[in-house]
Nanobody, 123 residues
Framework: QVRLVESGGGLVQTGGSLRLSCIAS????????MGWFRQAPGKEREFVAV????????DYADSVKGRFTISRDNAKNSIRLQMNNLQSEDTALYYC????????????????WGQGTQVTVTP
């Protein structure tokens, strides 16, 4: 069993930055593929970023490439999502997800999910 807890969301102006964190318990994060999804009001949940166990396998949604960076902190058993140059369309509830399979995390079919952290970008 893996428990995921996100933090770091908040209110930020357009062009600003936020860093989200997701702490895993139950299994060490270094043995898990971990990723981020988001869901805006009235929209389906969408993929944001995924990081493989080896930290060299990584993928981003086209909409966030060049602005968001996913990384792992094994000492803290967590992953982070550094979000720069935030835009109004980035407003969403951001979820952390984890699984042993890169394909499953990328597809959003992993077993483990956090409760989400809200990111709101204002004009």
């Amino acid at each position: 069993q893996v428990r995921l807890v996100e933090s770091g969301g908040g209110l930020v102006q357009t062009g600003g930055s936020l860093r989200l964190s997701c702490i895993a318990s139950g299994r060490t994060s270094e043995n898990l593929v971990m990723g981020w999804f988001r869901q805006a009001p009235g929209k389906e949940r969408e993929f944001v970023a995924v990081l493989g166990v080896d930290d060299t396998s990584v993928d981003y949604a086209d909409s966030v490439k060049g602005r968001f960076t996913i990384s792992r902190d094994n000492a803290k058993n967590s992953i982070r999502l550094q979000m720069n140059n935030l835009q109004s369309e980035d407003t969403a509830l951001y979820y952390c997800t984890a699984e042993s399979s890169f394909r499953m995390v990328r597809a959003g079919t992993g077993l483990y999910w956090g409760q989400g952290t809200q990111v709101t970008v204002t004009p």
